[in-house]
């Protein structure tokens, strides 16, 4: 694989994106053991007692101070969060400043300038960057005072014209579909609408009220046996009823969660198929590229339908950068590519070893490595053949 590759892919074909949580770090943790952890709890265990109750309390406030609540606007740094904030943020930024480049001056002019980017992200710095870089995009809401979260507003496409010759040209829009919602939604009237986060200020609130000596200290080799053990030594100590506060006031943010009850709200349900659909109906698209970046394939819904395109569309062209060699494995081995669940040979994992032209030798991929070595060359490379 090479840069010269990526530009042949990218200049005739429609693009798409599938990015997750990996491009957010240093500034947010992944999943990685609270959703392996939440999954284990709903399989095994029946919920309403108190050892499930403080289990499910203790993951979810985790995740909760971890991940949702450093994204409100007030949210009070450390210098270390910070820095790691101005990273991430930087890092996405360079990365659309790229693509916008890419897709505005490759050679093909008879495709449309509409780039998706499909996340399983529920944080916000998609549309922080792209705000602040001032491109255009579509989140899916429309409305000024009140804006509504809807569907068509992703059919959309940009033109401007010149003031002074009236020359009118499609201009690059980004479309973000937030395949497990965000933790900005809300819902009003049967319908999702911005929140004022004040869905995440409730559950704050609620821990902020609790002792904090009540819930489950957590680590990542903790086994779901052994989560059971430490909750039945100290089930009698804590408030019941607090935590059944905190499990509703947790599952009024609209997001998808790693659990058998992660559709407990239906309209959430809807629009995630819904989203679901889009993306397979993307992937069904001639001459289409996806571009995977940080993302595990660890949700099985979304790993299905990517298989699932592959295999029915062989003009489909899936490149997937992970982030070292052993997660190459892991994606490889996910995907049934040893397997030969994958019959046409149209999807293309690749570790930083395997790119060939690389400048110097990077460690792993990294958001900021794929910046420096992927995106930024094939912008120049783009840029300089129109």
Same mark, same amino acid.
């Given at each position: 694989?090479?840069?010269?590759?990526?530009? $042949?892919?990218?200049?005739?074909?429609?693009?798409?994106?599938?990015?997750? !949580? %990996?491009?957010?770090?240093?500034?947010?943790?992944?999943? %990685?053991?609270?959703?392996?952890?939440? $999954?284990?709890?709903?399989?095994?265990?029946?919920?309403?007692?108190?050892?499930?109750?403080?289990? *499910?309390?203790?993951?979810?406030?985790?995740?909760?101070?971890?991940?949702?609540?450093?994204?409100?606007?007030?949210?009070? /740094?450390?210098?270390?969060?910070?820095?790691?904030?101005?990273?991430?943020?930087?890092?996405?930024?360079?990365?659309?400043? !790229?693509?916008?480049?890419?897709?505005?001056?490759?050679?093909?002019? @008879?495709?449309?300038?509409?780039?998706?980017?499909?996340?399983?992200?529920?944080?916000?710095? @998609?549309? =922080?960057?792209? $705000?602040?870089?001032?491109?255009?995009?579509?989140?899916?809401?429309? %409305?000024? +005072?009140?804006?509504?979260?809807?569907?068509?507003?992703?059919?959309?496409?940009?033109?401007?014209?010149?003031?002074?010759?009236?020359?009118? !040209?499609?201009?690059?829009?980004?479309?973000?579909? *937030? @395949?497990?919602?965000?933790?900005?939604?809300?819902?009003?009237?049967? =319908?999702?609408?911005?929140?004022?986060?004040?869905?995440?200020?409730?559950?704050?609130?609620?821990?902020?009220? +609790?002792?904090?000596?009540?819930?489950?200290?957590?680590?990542?080799?903790? !086994?779901?046996?052994?989560?059971?053990?430490?909750? *039945?030594?100290?089930?009698?100590?804590?408030?019941?009823?607090?935590?059944?506060?905190?499990?509703?006031?947790?599952?009024?943010?609209?997001?998808?969660?790693?659990?058998?009850?992660?559709?407990?709200?239906?309209?959430?349900? /809807?629009?995630?198929?819904?989203?679901?659909?889009?993306?397979?109906?993307?992937?069904?698209?001639?001459?289409?590229?996806?571009?995977? @970046?940080?993302?595990?394939?660890?949700?099985?819904?979304?790993?299905?339908?990517?298989?699932?395109?592959?295999?029915?569309?062989?003009?489909?062209?899936?490149?997937?950068?992970?982030?070292?060699?052993?997660?190459?494995?892991?994606?490889?081995?996910?995907? %049934?590519?040893?397997?030969?669940?994958?019959?046409?040979?149209?999807?293309?994992?690749?570790?930083?070893?395997? /790119?060939?032209?690389?400048?110097?030798?990077?460690?792993?991929?990294?958001?900021?490595?794929?910046?420096?070595?992927?995106?930024?060359?094939?912008?120049?490379?783009?840029?300089?053949?129109?």
């Amino acid at each position: 694989m090479n840069i010269e590759y990526l530009k $042949e892919a990218i200049e005739s074909s429609n693009i798409n994106f599938l990015i997750g !949580s %990996g491009l957010s770090r240093p500034y947010l943790p992944t999943l %990685g053991a609270i959703e392996t952890q939440l $999954e284990m709890l709903d399989s095994h265990f029946e919920s309403g007692n108190d050892e499930f109750l403080l289990i *499910k309390g203790s993951i979810y406030k985790k995740y909760f101070e971890g991940v949702m609540i450093k994204n409100i606007e007030n949210y009070k /740094m450390s210098k270390e969060e910070e820095a790691n904030y101005n990273i991430t943020s930087n890092n996405y930024k360079e990365f659309l400043q !790229s693509v916008n480049e890419i897709i505005l001056f490759r050679y093909n002019t @008879l495709l449309n300038k509409q780039i998706n980017i499909f996340t399983t992200n529920i944080d916000l710095f @998609l549309e =922080r960057a792209l $705000e602040e870089l001032t491109l255009e995009f579509n989140d899916g809401f429309q %409305g000024r +005072m009140k804006p509504v979260f809807d569907l068509s507003n992703f059919r959309k496409s940009y033109r401007k014209s010149s003031p002074h010759f009236q020359n009118v !040209s499609e201009i690059p829009v980004f479309n973000v579909l *937030k @395949l497990h919602g965000s933790i900005n939604w809300s819902i009003l009237d049967n =319908r999702i609408v911005l929140s004022t986060f004040k869905e995440l200020k409730n559950v704050k609130s609620q821990i902020d009220s +609790m002792d904090s000596g009540q819930f489950l200290p957590l680590k990542r080799q903790h !086994s779901i046996a052994q989560l059971l053990k430490n909750a *039945k030594k100290k089930s009698s100590a804590i408030e019941v009823s607090q935590f059944e506060k905190l499990l509703e006031s947790y599952e009024e943010i609209q997001i998808v969660n790693p659990s058998k009850d992660k559709f407990k709200n239906t309209l959430l349900n /809807m629009h995630h198929y819904e989203l679901l659909r889009i993306y397979a109906n993307e992937l069904e698209k001639e001459n289409t590229v996806l571009i995977v @970046l940080g993302f595990s394939f660890s949700d099985e819904h979304i790993r299905e339908i990517t298989i699932r395109g592959a295999n029915s569309n062989p003009t489909l062209l899936i490149i997937i950068f992970a982030f070292s060699t052993e997660t190459k494995d892991r994606i490889e081995a996910s995907l %049934g590519i040893d397997k030969h669940r994958v019959v046409n040979d149209n999807i293309k994992v690749i570790d930083q070893e395997q /790119m060939e032209d690389l400048s110097e030798k990077v460690e792993n991929f990294t958001f900021e490595n794929l910046n420096q070595y992927v995106f930024e060359p094939l912008r120049q490379k783009i840029n300089r053949n129109r």
